[in-house]
Protein backbone atom coordinates (compact mmCIF):
# COMPACT_ATOMS: atom_id res chain seq x y z
CA UNK A 1 0.00 0.00 0.00
CA UNK A 2 1.66 3.26 -0.66
CA UNK A 3 2.05 5.60 2.22
CA UNK A 4 0.35 9.26 2.45
CA UNK A 5 1.90 11.76 0.40
CA UNK A 6 2.70 14.50 2.74
CA UNK A 7 3.34 17.95 1.69
CA UNK A 8 6.72 19.48 0.68
CA UNK A 9 8.74 22.57 1.18
CA UNK A 10 9.02 24.44 -1.80
CA UNK A 11 12.22 26.19 -2.01
CA UNK A 12 14.51 23.07 -1.47
CA UNK A 13 12.28 21.60 -4.18
CA UNK A 14 12.39 23.94 -6.43
CA UNK A 15 16.33 23.96 -5.84
CA UNK A 16 16.44 20.16 -6.63
CA UNK A 17 14.09 20.13 -9.47
CA UNK A 18 15.88 23.60 -11.15
CA UNK A 19 19.75 22.33 -10.14
CA UNK A 20 18.81 18.67 -11.97
CA UNK A 21 17.63 20.26 -15.13
CA UNK A 22 20.28 22.69 -15.51
CA UNK A 23 23.06 20.01 -14.74
CA UNK A 24 21.38 17.50 -17.07
CA UNK A 25 20.93 20.18 -20.02
CA UNK A 26 24.93 21.15 -19.05
CA UNK A 27 25.06 17.49 -19.94
CA UNK A 28 23.44 17.28 -23.15
CA UNK A 29 24.72 20.26 -24.68
CA UNK A 30 28.54 19.35 -23.54
CA UNK A 31 29.54 17.76 -26.92
CA UNK A 32 27.88 20.85 -28.64
CA UNK A 33 29.74 23.62 -26.94
CA UNK A 34 32.87 22.02 -28.16
CA UNK A 35 31.77 20.32 -31.57
CA UNK A 36 34.86 22.03 -33.27
CA UNK A 37 36.91 20.99 -31.57
CA UNK A 38 36.02 17.52 -31.33
CA UNK A 39 35.30 17.40 -34.88
CA UNK A 40 38.63 18.43 -35.91
CA UNK A 41 40.05 15.33 -33.37
CA UNK A 42 37.72 13.01 -34.88
CA UNK A 43 38.79 13.54 -38.40
CA UNK A 44 34.65 14.37 -38.89
CA UNK A 45 32.61 17.21 -40.11
CA UNK A 46 31.10 19.36 -36.92
CA UNK A 47 27.58 19.55 -38.55
CA UNK A 48 27.43 15.66 -38.39
CA UNK A 49 28.51 15.74 -34.63
CA UNK A 50 25.62 17.98 -34.38
CA UNK A 51 23.27 15.58 -34.82
CA UNK A 52 24.28 14.34 -31.67
CA UNK A 53 21.46 17.00 -29.93
CA UNK A 54 19.18 15.18 -32.17
CA UNK A 55 19.77 11.36 -30.73
CA UNK A 56 19.42 13.12 -27.60
CA UNK A 57 15.90 14.29 -27.58
CA UNK A 58 15.52 11.31 -29.74
CA UNK A 59 16.43 9.43 -26.09
CA UNK A 60 14.30 12.15 -23.84
CA UNK A 61 11.11 11.42 -26.35
CA UNK A 62 11.27 7.46 -25.62
CA UNK A 63 12.32 8.02 -21.67
CA UNK A 64 9.68 10.40 -20.99
CA UNK A 65 6.07 8.56 -22.01
CA UNK A 66 7.87 6.34 -18.84
CA UNK A 67 8.56 8.51 -16.61
CA UNK A 68 5.13 8.48 -14.69
CA UNK A 69 5.62 4.85 -14.00
CA UNK A 70 9.28 5.21 -12.83
CA UNK A 71 8.77 8.13 -10.73
CA UNK A 72 5.27 5.80 -8.81
CA UNK A 73 7.62 2.70 -8.66
CA UNK A 74 11.06 4.48 -7.80
CA UNK A 75 9.88 7.62 -6.12
CA UNK A 76 10.35 11.00 -7.93
CA UNK A 77 13.52 12.11 -6.33
CA UNK A 78 15.43 9.15 -6.79
CA UNK A 79 13.97 9.57 -10.24
CA UNK A 80 16.40 12.88 -10.42
CA UNK A 81 18.69 10.54 -9.07
CA UNK A 82 18.42 8.03 -11.75
CA UNK A 83 18.30 11.15 -14.53
CA UNK A 84 21.83 12.52 -13.30
CA UNK A 85 23.35 9.40 -13.22
CA UNK A 86 22.31 8.84 -16.69
CA UNK A 87 23.13 11.69 -18.12
CA UNK A 88 26.54 11.64 -16.62
CA UNK A 89 27.37 7.73 -17.83
CA UNK A 90 26.04 9.19 -21.51
CA UNK A 91 28.86 11.73 -21.45
CA UNK A 92 31.11 9.30 -19.84
CA UNK A 93 30.48 7.45 -23.10
CA UNK A 94 30.88 9.89 -25.43
CA UNK A 95 34.24 10.72 -23.82
CA UNK A 96 35.46 7.25 -25.41
CA UNK A 97 35.82 9.14 -28.49
CA UNK A 98 34.28 7.24 -31.35
CA UNK A 99 31.43 7.81 -33.45
CA UNK A 100 29.35 4.68 -32.11
CA UNK A 101 30.46 6.09 -28.20
CA UNK A 102 29.12 9.43 -29.18
CA UNK A 103 25.58 7.55 -30.29
CA UNK A 104 24.91 5.94 -27.88
CA UNK A 105 26.61 8.27 -25.31
CA UNK A 106 23.87 10.90 -26.82
CA UNK A 107 21.01 8.07 -26.41
CA UNK A 108 21.74 7.65 -23.24
CA UNK A 109 21.80 11.25 -22.22
CA UNK A 110 18.35 11.37 -23.92
CA UNK A 111 17.22 8.76 -21.58
CA UNK A 112 18.38 10.47 -18.50
CA UNK A 113 17.15 13.79 -19.64
CA UNK A 114 13.65 12.76 -20.80
CA UNK A 115 12.54 11.80 -17.11
CA UNK A 116 13.32 14.68 -15.34
CA UNK A 117 10.43 16.61 -16.05
CA UNK A 118 7.76 14.16 -14.87
CA UNK A 119 9.83 13.31 -11.54
CA UNK A 120 9.86 17.38 -11.65
CA UNK A 121 6.40 17.90 -11.71
CA UNK A 122 5.46 15.11 -9.15
CA UNK A 123 7.64 16.78 -6.64
CA UNK A 124 6.18 20.53 -7.18
CA UNK A 125 2.83 19.20 -7.14
CA UNK A 126 3.00 17.85 -3.70
CA UNK A 127 4.22 21.33 -2.82
CA UNK A 128 2.31 24.92 -2.08
CA UNK A 129 2.48 26.18 -5.31
CA UNK A 130 -1.36 26.46 -6.25
CA UNK A 131 -1.43 30.23 -5.80
CA UNK A 132 1.71 30.98 -8.25
CA UNK A 133 1.62 27.77 -9.89
CA UNK A 134 2.83 29.24 -13.06
CA UNK A 135 5.82 31.23 -12.08
CA UNK A 136 7.22 28.26 -9.77
CA UNK A 137 6.99 26.02 -13.21
CA UNK A 138 8.53 28.71 -15.12
CA UNK A 139 11.52 29.03 -12.82
CA UNK A 140 12.21 25.61 -12.76
CA UNK A 141 12.25 25.39 -16.97
CA UNK A 142 14.77 28.62 -16.42
CA UNK A 143 17.50 26.04 -15.83
CA UNK A 144 17.16 24.97 -19.55
CA UNK A 145 19.10 28.24 -20.71
CA UNK A 146 20.65 28.45 -17.36
CA UNK A 147 21.96 25.16 -18.07
CA UNK A 148 22.74 26.56 -22.16
CA UNK A 149 24.84 29.11 -20.64
CA UNK A 150 26.45 26.65 -18.28
CA UNK A 151 27.68 24.87 -21.34
CA UNK A 152 29.03 28.06 -23.09
CA UNK A 153 30.87 29.10 -20.08
CA UNK A 154 32.14 25.84 -18.57
CA UNK A 155 33.04 23.40 -21.32
CA UNK A 156 34.92 24.82 -23.69
CA UNK A 157 37.93 26.69 -20.96
CA UNK A 158 37.95 22.86 -19.63
CA UNK A 159 38.22 21.71 -23.45
CA UNK A 160 41.23 24.26 -24.52
CA UNK A 161 42.72 23.24 -21.41
CA UNK A 162 42.52 20.02 -20.88
CA UNK A 163 40.93 17.79 -24.17
CA UNK A 164 37.05 17.75 -24.84
CA UNK A 165 36.99 14.38 -23.71
CA UNK A 166 37.63 15.96 -20.52
CA UNK A 167 35.76 18.47 -20.29
CA UNK A 168 32.71 15.96 -20.93
CA UNK A 169 33.85 13.91 -17.72
CA UNK A 170 33.93 17.42 -15.54
CA UNK A 171 30.05 18.04 -16.81
CA UNK A 172 29.62 14.15 -15.72
CA UNK A 173 31.77 14.69 -12.20
CA UNK A 174 29.28 17.67 -11.18
CA UNK A 175 26.00 15.60 -12.34
CA UNK A 176 27.24 12.94 -9.67
CA UNK A 177 28.06 14.88 -7.06
CA UNK A 178 25.07 16.40 -7.10
CA UNK A 179 22.97 12.97 -7.25
CA UNK A 180 24.76 12.58 -3.99
CA UNK A 181 23.70 15.04 -2.71
CA UNK A 182 19.67 15.14 -3.12
CA UNK A 183 20.20 11.22 -1.94
CA UNK A 184 20.22 12.49 1.65
CA UNK A 185 16.11 13.65 1.54
CA UNK A 186 15.33 11.01 -0.81
CA UNK A 187 13.47 8.57 1.95
CA UNK A 188 11.62 11.65 3.17
CA UNK A 189 10.37 12.65 0.24
CA UNK A 190 9.68 9.49 -1.73
CA UNK A 191 6.89 8.87 0.57
CA UNK A 192 4.28 8.42 -1.92
CA UNK A 193 6.54 5.76 -3.75
CA UNK A 194 4.53 2.44 -4.54
CA UNK A 195 6.83 -0.27 -4.47
CA UNK A 196 4.28 -2.44 -6.49
CA UNK A 197 3.75 -0.69 -9.41
CA UNK A 198 4.80 -1.55 -12.54
CA UNK A 199 8.19 -0.16 -13.01
CA UNK A 200 7.40 0.72 -16.84
CA UNK A 201 4.16 0.53 -17.36
CA UNK A 202 2.41 0.14 -20.86
CA UNK A 203 4.39 1.80 -22.81
CA UNK A 204 1.91 4.03 -24.63
CA UNK A 205 -0.44 4.82 -21.83
CA UNK A 206 1.19 8.32 -21.10
CA UNK A 207 0.40 9.13 -24.27
CA UNK A 208 -3.05 8.04 -24.43
CA UNK A 209 -3.72 9.89 -21.34
CA UNK A 210 -2.98 12.92 -23.14
CA UNK A 211 -5.13 12.04 -26.15
CA UNK A 212 -7.80 11.26 -23.53
CA UNK A 213 -8.11 14.50 -22.09
CA UNK A 214 -9.17 17.28 -24.39
CA UNK A 215 -7.86 20.18 -23.32
CA UNK A 216 -3.88 18.09 -22.69
CA UNK A 217 -4.40 16.66 -26.36
CA UNK A 218 -4.66 20.57 -27.59
CA UNK A 219 -1.86 22.13 -25.39
CA UNK A 220 0.61 19.22 -26.69
CA UNK A 221 -0.16 19.68 -30.28
CA UNK A 222 0.32 23.75 -29.42
CA UNK A 223 3.94 22.29 -27.88
CA UNK A 224 4.93 20.39 -30.78
CA UNK A 225 4.65 23.67 -32.62
CA UNK A 226 5.96 26.08 -30.04
CA UNK A 227 8.75 23.21 -29.56
CA UNK A 228 9.96 22.89 -33.15
CA UNK A 229 9.49 27.05 -33.51
CA UNK A 230 11.84 27.38 -30.32
CA UNK A 231 14.55 24.53 -31.49
CA UNK A 232 14.89 26.12 -35.22
CA UNK A 233 15.26 29.68 -33.47
CA UNK A 234 18.32 28.43 -31.47
CA UNK A 235 19.37 25.94 -33.43
CA UNK A 236 20.21 28.06 -36.94
CA UNK A 237 20.45 31.72 -35.49
CA UNK A 238 24.31 31.83 -35.64
CA UNK A 239 24.51 30.65 -39.18
CA UNK A 240 21.66 32.82 -40.22
CA UNK A 241 23.66 35.82 -38.72
CA UNK A 242 26.99 34.85 -40.11
CA UNK A 243 25.76 33.60 -43.72
CA UNK A 244 23.31 35.96 -44.63
CA UNK A 245 24.05 39.18 -42.11
CA UNK A 246 27.47 38.93 -42.61
CA UNK A 247 28.18 38.96 -39.06
CA UNK A 248 31.11 37.50 -37.41
CA UNK A 249 31.38 34.23 -35.17
CA UNK A 250 32.20 35.41 -32.18
CA UNK A 251 29.14 38.26 -32.39
CA UNK A 252 27.07 35.72 -33.74
CA UNK A 253 27.53 33.70 -30.92
CA UNK A 254 27.04 36.11 -28.89
CA UNK A 255 23.84 37.42 -29.62
CA UNK A 256 22.66 33.90 -29.75
CA UNK A 257 23.80 34.00 -25.95
CA UNK A 258 21.63 37.03 -25.06
CA UNK A 259 19.14 35.37 -26.94
CA UNK A 260 19.27 32.85 -24.80
CA UNK A 261 19.18 35.24 -22.02
CA UNK A 262 16.15 36.63 -23.17
CA UNK A 263 14.74 33.36 -23.27
CA UNK A 264 15.61 32.95 -19.70
CA UNK A 265 13.91 35.99 -18.50
CA UNK A 266 10.97 35.09 -20.81
CA UNK A 267 10.13 31.92 -18.53
CA UNK A 268 9.66 34.39 -15.36
CA UNK A 269 8.00 36.69 -17.04
CA UNK A 270 5.57 34.56 -18.99
CA UNK A 271 4.88 32.34 -15.51
CA UNK A 272 4.26 36.04 -13.89
CA UNK A 273 1.83 36.95 -16.70
CA UNK A 274 -0.22 33.40 -16.59
CA UNK A 275 -0.43 33.88 -12.55
CA UNK A 276 -1.90 37.37 -12.37
CA UNK A 277 -3.99 36.40 -15.61
CA UNK A 278 -5.07 32.75 -14.12
CA UNK A 279 -4.86 31.50 -17.34
CA UNK A 280 -2.30 29.50 -18.67
CA UNK A 281 -3.38 29.30 -21.65
CA UNK A 282 -4.43 32.97 -22.30
CA UNK A 283 -0.41 33.43 -21.49
CA UNK A 284 0.30 31.06 -24.12
CA UNK A 285 -1.87 32.93 -26.73
CA UNK A 286 -0.08 36.09 -25.96
CA UNK A 287 3.32 34.39 -26.00
CA UNK A 288 2.68 32.97 -29.51
CA UNK A 289 1.53 36.07 -30.56
CA UNK A 290 4.76 37.79 -29.68
CA UNK A 291 6.64 34.82 -31.27
CA UNK A 292 5.26 35.32 -34.71
CA UNK A 293 6.02 39.35 -34.34
CA UNK A 294 9.86 38.53 -32.83
CA UNK A 295 9.37 35.82 -36.12
CA UNK A 296 8.89 38.60 -38.87
CA UNK A 297 11.18 40.86 -37.30
CA UNK A 298 14.06 38.63 -37.34
CA UNK A 299 13.14 37.30 -40.75
CA UNK A 300 13.32 40.95 -41.59
CA UNK A 301 17.00 41.28 -40.37
CA UNK A 302 19.42 42.80 -43.23
CA UNK A 303 23.29 43.08 -43.71
CA UNK A 304 22.79 47.03 -43.34
CA UNK A 305 21.14 47.14 -40.04
CA UNK A 306 22.59 48.09 -36.42
CA UNK A 307 24.02 44.95 -34.63
CA UNK A 308 22.05 45.97 -31.81
CA UNK A 309 18.43 46.01 -34.15
CA UNK A 310 19.76 42.78 -34.66
CA UNK A 311 20.32 41.68 -31.51
CA UNK A 312 16.66 43.05 -30.68
CA UNK A 313 14.94 41.49 -33.34
CA UNK A 314 16.40 37.80 -31.75
CA UNK A 315 16.24 38.87 -28.59
CA UNK A 316 12.26 39.47 -28.63
CA UNK A 317 12.06 36.26 -30.92
CA UNK A 318 13.86 34.50 -27.57
CA UNK A 319 11.24 35.82 -25.10
CA UNK A 320 8.84 34.34 -26.35
CA UNK A 321 9.80 31.47 -28.36
CA UNK A 322 11.93 30.30 -25.36
CA UNK A 323 9.49 31.37 -22.53
CA UNK A 324 6.35 29.34 -22.58
CA UNK A 325 7.73 25.74 -21.44
CA UNK A 326 7.27 26.55 -18.10
CA UNK A 327 3.66 27.59 -18.53
CA UNK A 328 2.60 24.51 -20.56
CA UNK A 329 3.90 22.24 -17.64
CA UNK A 330 1.87 23.82 -15.50
CA UNK A 331 -1.24 23.66 -17.87
CA UNK A 332 -0.01 20.51 -17.65
CA UNK A 333 -0.38 19.59 -14.38
CA UNK A 334 -3.09 21.27 -13.48
CA UNK A 335 -5.44 19.99 -16.07
CA UNK A 336 -4.01 15.88 -14.76
CA UNK A 337 -5.66 14.27 -12.33
CA UNK A 338 -3.11 14.97 -9.33
CA UNK A 339 -2.50 10.68 -9.53
CA UNK A 340 -1.81 10.99 -12.36
CA UNK A 341 0.20 14.41 -13.31
CA UNK A 342 3.86 12.26 -13.87
CA UNK A 343 2.23 10.35 -16.32
CA UNK A 344 0.48 12.91 -17.97
CA UNK A 345 3.72 15.62 -18.08
CA UNK A 346 5.60 12.18 -19.53
CA UNK A 347 3.17 11.66 -22.46
CA UNK A 348 2.67 15.80 -23.40
CA UNK A 349 6.43 16.14 -23.14
CA UNK A 350 6.64 13.13 -25.98
CA UNK A 351 4.83 14.88 -28.01
CA UNK A 352 7.12 18.75 -27.39
CA UNK A 353 10.07 16.34 -28.18
CA UNK A 354 8.80 15.46 -31.17
CA UNK A 355 8.09 19.26 -32.34
CA UNK A 356 11.89 19.34 -31.39
CA UNK A 357 12.92 16.62 -33.75
CA UNK A 358 10.74 17.51 -36.78
CA UNK A 359 10.88 20.87 -36.44
CA UNK A 360 14.53 21.51 -37.38
CA UNK A 361 14.97 18.43 -39.81
CA UNK A 362 12.21 20.20 -41.79
CA UNK A 363 13.64 23.69 -41.57
CA UNK A 364 16.98 22.29 -42.96
CA UNK A 365 15.45 20.34 -45.80
CA UNK A 366 13.28 23.48 -46.44
CA UNK A 367 16.20 25.69 -46.68
CA UNK A 368 18.39 23.14 -48.76
CA UNK A 369 15.81 22.07 -51.13
CA UNK A 370 13.51 25.28 -51.56
CA UNK A 371 15.80 27.90 -52.44
CA UNK A 372 14.32 30.13 -49.83
CA UNK A 373 16.94 32.02 -48.12
CA UNK A 374 17.41 31.44 -43.99
CA UNK A 375 15.50 34.95 -43.24
CA UNK A 376 12.50 33.36 -45.40
CA UNK A 377 12.38 30.56 -43.53
CA UNK A 378 12.80 32.42 -40.59
CA UNK A 379 9.74 34.22 -41.64
CA UNK A 380 7.74 30.71 -41.94
CA UNK A 381 8.18 30.18 -38.31
CA UNK A 382 5.47 32.42 -38.01
CA UNK A 383 3.14 30.50 -39.90
CA UNK A 384 3.97 27.04 -37.61
CA UNK A 385 3.44 29.95 -34.35
CA UNK A 386 0.05 30.63 -35.26
CA UNK A 387 -1.05 26.87 -36.16
CA UNK A 388 0.53 26.47 -31.99
CA UNK A 389 -1.69 29.71 -30.67
CA UNK A 390 -5.06 27.21 -33.44
CA UNK A 391 -4.48 24.58 -30.84
CA UNK A 392 -4.35 26.81 -27.51
CA UNK A 393 -7.61 28.39 -28.50
CA UNK A 394 -8.95 25.06 -29.17
CA UNK A 395 -8.13 23.92 -25.46
CA UNK A 396 -9.35 26.79 -24.44
CA UNK A 397 -12.51 26.38 -25.96
CA UNK A 398 -12.85 22.71 -24.52
CA UNK A 399 -12.28 24.19 -21.47
CA UNK A 400 -15.89 26.31 -21.71
CA UNK A 401 -17.89 23.18 -22.17
Not at 114 to 135: D, E, I, W, Y
Not at 170 to 194: C, E, H, K, N, Y
Not at 289 to 314: D, N, Q
Request: with cysteine.
Amino acid sequence: MTPPASRLPIAPVLAVTTSTQALTTLGALALAAVAPKAAAELGLSAALIGYQVAVVYAGAMAAAVFGGALARRLGATRLHQWGLWLVAAGCALSALGTLAAIALGAWVIGLGYGVTNPAASQLLARAPVARNMNLIFSLKQSSVPIGGILAGALVPPIALALGWQAALLAAASLMIAFSVAIGAVGRAWDADRDAQAPLLGAPLAAVALVWRHTILRWVALASFAYSAVQLCLTGFLVTYLVTELKLSLVLAGTLLSTTNAAGALGRLVWGWLADRLRSGSAALLVNGALAIVGALATAAAAAHWPVALVGAAAALFGFSAMGWNGVFIAVVARQSPPEKIASATGGALAVTYAGVLVGPSLFAVLHQHSGLSFGQSYGLLALVTAAGIACVAQARRASRR
